[in-house]
Structures are given as structure tokens and as C-alpha cells.
Nanobody
Framework: VQLQASGGGLVQAGDSLRLSCAAS????????MGWFRQAPGKEREFVTA????????IYADSVKGRFTVSRDNAKNTVYLQMNSLKPEDTAVYYC????????????????WGQGTQVTVSS
């Protein structure tokens, strides 16, 4: 599966953004989907993930209550709604797909998109 993330941009603290990740290839609904982010000089970190049918989700503590992950299997797309953005959310955001179980581990994902930049100014 190939993944294409979009929707990043420059916003102010407190604003919202919605990222999208479009998948091409077969059987998108067979994959758990995750979002990760990487800030300059930092390691890639888990943000959120959603199970194949959207029934299960997991979130990093740092985004709970502010970010919401969802998916539309008919459109082969997963979304990340980000509200109440903070400067510390600034990073390149990556979507990823896993044929295995829902996980927060980056090495649990076989396929990765190219990333989209999110910059939050104070």
C-alpha cells in the first residue's frame, strides 16, 4: 500500500488542522493505521492509531483530548483532527499502515507516507 499524507501547514497556537492520509492499493480496510510525528532533533514519536474498522483507537498522552483519529474505508483515507494545537505539536507528521495488530510501536508498521509539516506558532 502507498500512503500520501496532506493537510499540514502553519497555524497559531489554539488553532485546528485536519490531516489526511490517502492510501492506494488493495485492502485498505485490512490495515491498522497510525500517525507518528518527528520534530527537529527528536526521535519519531507515536501520536495515535486506529484499528481496521475504526472500532479501536489509541492515543499518546500528549494528544489525548485534543486529537481525534478516524478513517473512511470507502475512501481509503485516514484522518487526524488536531484541535487546540500547541507549539510543541510542531513536527513532520507521518501516517503508517500495519497488517498486524494495533500498536504504538513504529516498528509495527510496514508502510509509511512521506510526511506533512505542521508548524504551530506561539
Amino acid at each position: 500500500v502507498q500512503l500520501q499524507a496532506s493537510g499540514g501547514g502553519l497555524v497559531q497556537a489554539g488553532d485546528s488542522l485536519r490531516l489526511s492520509c490517502a492510501a492506494s492499493g488493495r485492502a485498505f480496510s485490512n490495515y491498522a493505521m497510525g500517525w507518528f510525528r518527528q520534530a527537529p532533533g527528536k526521535e519519531r514519536e507515536f501520536v495515535t492509531a486506529i484499528g481496521w474498522n475504526g472500532g479501536r483507537t489509541i492515543y499518546a498522552d500528549s494528544v489525548k483530548g485534543r486529537f481525534t483519529v478516524s478513517r473512511d474505508n470507502a475512501k481509503n483515507t485516514v484522518y487526524l483532527q488536531m484541535n487546540s494545537l500547541k507549539p510543541e505539536d510542531t513536527a513532520v507528521y507521518y501516517c503508517a499502515a500495519s497488517r498486524r495488530s494495533l500498536t504504538s510501536r513504529w516498528d509495527g508498521y510496514e508502510f509509511w507516507g512521506q510526511g506533512t509539516q505542521v508548524t504551530v506558532s506561539s
